[in-house]
C-alpha cells in the first residue's frame, strides 16, 4: 500500500489552497474526498456554486429552466436547507438538462444539506464516498476515503438519533465537518492497527422516545479510549548549544504520544452545571452540544460574553473541571505583545509558547487555556501583537503546523482548547472574533438568590479551611435581607454581602 492519500497529493494540495483563498470552488468529488468549502465557508460555497450555476441556466434561453435559475438565485441571496431543497425539486421538474450539470448540481446539494444536519443526506454522502473508496482499494487515498465513508456513515446515525431524541442543535455546519473528521480518524487508525475498540452503542432512544435531549448522556462515545498525539516530533538546531539545552529541556516529550481526555458523560455534566449556575441553562447546552459525538475533549474556541461579575470566569474553570481535562486560567490585563507564542531561544527571556507549557506542565495534548477578559488585551504592535498570534492558534491547518520559535520546530497544538471571557467584544479584532463562537452569558436574576447565596456561603467555609457542612443554611429572614440589597447582576457584589452576613453570624456565636 502506497502511502499518498488524497490529502496529501500534491495537485489536491494546490487546489486546496486555492479554494481556501477563494481562487478555486471544489467540484462535488473534492468536496467529497475532503477538500475544503469555498473560502473554507460553507454559506460562501453555497453563494459562489449558485451564481455560477445561475448563469449558467439563464444563457440556456431555454423553457422549463425559469424555476432552477430563481431557485439558485434566492439560494444564493439566503443559504438555507430549504433553499437547496428548493433547487432539488426544481431539478426533478427539469425535461431538457442537456448540457447542465444536474448530477453534479444534486451531489452538491445533498452535500449541503448533509452539512445543515440532515441524517439521510448524510447517509447518501457517505455511499457516495464509498463508492469512491472502491475504486482506489489497494492505494493509500482508498483507505483514507474508506475511513472518510465510514465517518460520514457514522454522523448519519448519530444525526438521525438526536432527532429521535428530540435534541435540538443550532448550526450544524459549524461542528459537522470536526465531528465527520474524529469519526474517520478513529477508523483510520484501527483499520491500520487491525484491531476495532469501538464498542456498540447502548442506544437508548432504539427502546422508546429520549425524556430528555441528554438523556444518552453520550455515553455512546465516552467508552473509547483516547488516543495518544505527538504534539513534539523533533528540536531544530539541535546539534548548537543552545539547541542541545532545549533539547535536553524537551527530552521526555520529543516524538512522545500525550494523552487526550476522553469524553465523559455529558447528562451529568449538564445537571450539576445547571444546578450551579442556573442563570446560564442555554449556555450549558449550547457548549454541551458541540461536545456531542466526539470521542475526546475539544472544544472549539469560545468567548463567552457578559457584564462583570456574572460568573463567566468561575464558567470556565467549572466547565473545564467536569470535562476532566487540565486547564490553566490566564489574566489577559498584563497581554501586549507575542511572547504569547513563544520567544526566539537566542535571548535570555526565551520561552516556549503558552500552549506549548501547558502541554508540558499538564503532559496532555489537549488542555484548555482560559483567556480571561480578553478584551483587555493590549493592541499595540511594538513586539507583536497578541491578536495575530491567537488567529493562527485557532486555526487548525496552522495550529496542527504551529511552528515555536523556542523549539524552533512544528508543534500539534490543534487539539488544544481555548475559552474566553469578555465584559466587551467591540475592543477584540473582527478577524479573531470571526474564528470564535460568541456567547452571551446572562446576568445572575433575583430569583437565583437561594441558590448563588448557599453555594457562596458554602465556598466561604471552605476558603476558611472549614468543613462546608459547618455552614447554617441561610434563613428566611437572611435571604430577605439579601434580596432587600441584591436584586441580581454581579455575583461579586453578592459575595461581599454574604461575606458580611457571615462575619454578623461569627461575632453573634462568639457573643452567645
Avoid at 425559469?66 to 425539486?89: I, K, P, R, Y
Avoid at 520529543?254 to 442555554?282: C, D, N, W, Y
Wanted: hydrophobic share 35%; charged share 25%; proline share 5%.
Amino acid at each position: 500500500m502506497t502511502d499518498n492519500p488524497p490529502s496529501h497529493d500534491r495537485h489536491f494540495q494546490r487546489r486546496q489552497k486555492a479554494a481556501i483563498a477563494g481562487l478555486h470552488l471544489p467540484t462535488a468529488e473534492e468536496l467529497l474526498r475532503g477538500m475544503a468549502f469555498f473560502r473554507e465557508d460553507l454559506a460562501d460555497d453555497i453563494r459562489e456554486y449558485s451564481s455560477r450555476l445561475s448563469g449558467r441556466v439563464k444563457k440556456r434561453k431555454r423553457t422549463g429552466l425559469e424555476l432552477l435559475a430563481t431557485s439558485l438565485d434566492e439560494l444564493g441571496v439566503e443559504q438555507s436547507e430549504d433553499g437547496v431543497l428548493a433547487v432539488e425539486a426544481a431539478l426533478d421538474l427539469i425535461d431538457d438538462a442537456q448540457g447542465l450539470p444536474i448530477d453534479e448540481c444534486r451531489l452538491r446539494c445533498r452535500f449541503y444539506r448533509a452539512f445543515f444536519g440532515n441524517g439521510q443526506a448524510t447517509a447518501l454522502i457517505a455511499g457516495e464516498i464509498a463508492h469512491l473508496a472502491s475504486g482506489e482499494l489497494g492505494h493509500a487515498r482508498g483507505l483514507d476515503l474508506l475511513s472518510r465513508s465510514l465517518g460520514w456513515a457514522m454522523q448519519s446515525r448519530e444525526l438521525n438519533r438526536r432527532q429521535r431524541a428530540g435534541v435540538v442543535v443550532q448550526r450544524y455546519s459549524d461542528w459537522f465537518g470536526p465531528e465527520v473528521e474524529t469519526y474517520s480518524v478513529h477508523f483510520r487508525n484501527a483499520i491500520k492497527s487491525g484491531t476495532v475498540d469501538y464498542q456498540e452503542p447502548q442506544d437508548s432512544a432504539r427502546d422508546g422516545p429520549a425524556t430528555s435531549s441528554w438523556n444518552d448522556d453520550s455515553s455512546e462515545h465516552h467508552g473509547r479510549p483516547a488516543d495518544g498525539v505527538v504534539v513534539i516530533s523533533g528540536i531544530g538546531n539541535d546539534t548548537t548549544a543552545e539547541g542541545k539545552r532545549v533539547e535536553r529541556e524537551f527530552a521526555k516529550f520529543k516524538q512522545r504520544p500525550l494523552p487526550l481526555s476522553t469524553m465523559p458523560a455529558l447528562a451529568g455534566i449538564r445537571s450539576r452545571l445547571v444546578a450551579e449556575f442556573p442563570h446560564a441553562g442555554a449556555v450549558v447546552d449550547n457548549v454541551l452540544e458541540g461536545l456531542m459525538g466526539r470521542p475526546t475533549v475539544r472544544i472549539r474556541p469560545i468567548i463567552f460574553h457578559g457584564s462583570p461579575g456574572g460568573g463567566k470566569t468561575r464558567f470556565a474553570r467549572r466547565l473545564s473541571e467536569e470535562l476532566g481535562t487540565p486547564y490553566e486560567l490566564i489574566s489577559c490585563g498584563g497581554l501586549s505583545d507575542s511572547a504569547i507564542g513563544g520567544t526566539a531561544r537566542r535571548w535570555s527571556s526565551g520561552e516556549p509558547s503558552l500552549p506549548v507549557m501547558v502541554v508540558r506542565m499538564h503532559e496532555c495534548a489537549g488542555p484548555v487555556v482560559i483567556l480571561d477578559e480578553i478584551e483587555k488585551i493590549g493592541t499595540g504592535r511594538h513586539n507583536g501583537n497578541v491578536h495575530d498570534v491567537l488567529i493562527g492558534l485557532f486555526e487548525p491547518e496552522t495550529s496542527r503546523r504551529w511552528h515555536d520559535p523556542y523549539l524552533q520546530a512544528h508543534c500539534d497544538l490543534s487539539h488544544v482548547s481555548w475559552l474566553m471571557t469578555a465584559n466587551s467584544v467591540e475592543p477584540i479584532p473582527a478577524a479573531l472574533r470571526d474564528r470564535c463562537r460568541i456567547l452571551s452569558f446572562p446576568d445572575p436574576e433575583a430569583d437565583h438568590l437561594p441558590v448563588f447565596a448557599t453555594r457562596i456561603l458554602e465556598r466561604l467555609y471552605i476558603d476558611a479551611g472549614h468543613d462546608p457542612r459547618w455552614a447554617t443554611p441561610l434563613e428566611g429572614f437572611e435571604l430577605n435581607a439579601l434580596a432587600s440589597v441584591w436584586t441580581g447582576g454581579s455575583l461579586r457584589k453578592l459575595e461581599r454581602l454574604v461575606e458580611r452576613l457571615r462575619e454578623a453570624r461569627e461575632r453573634a456565636r462568639r457573643q452567645q
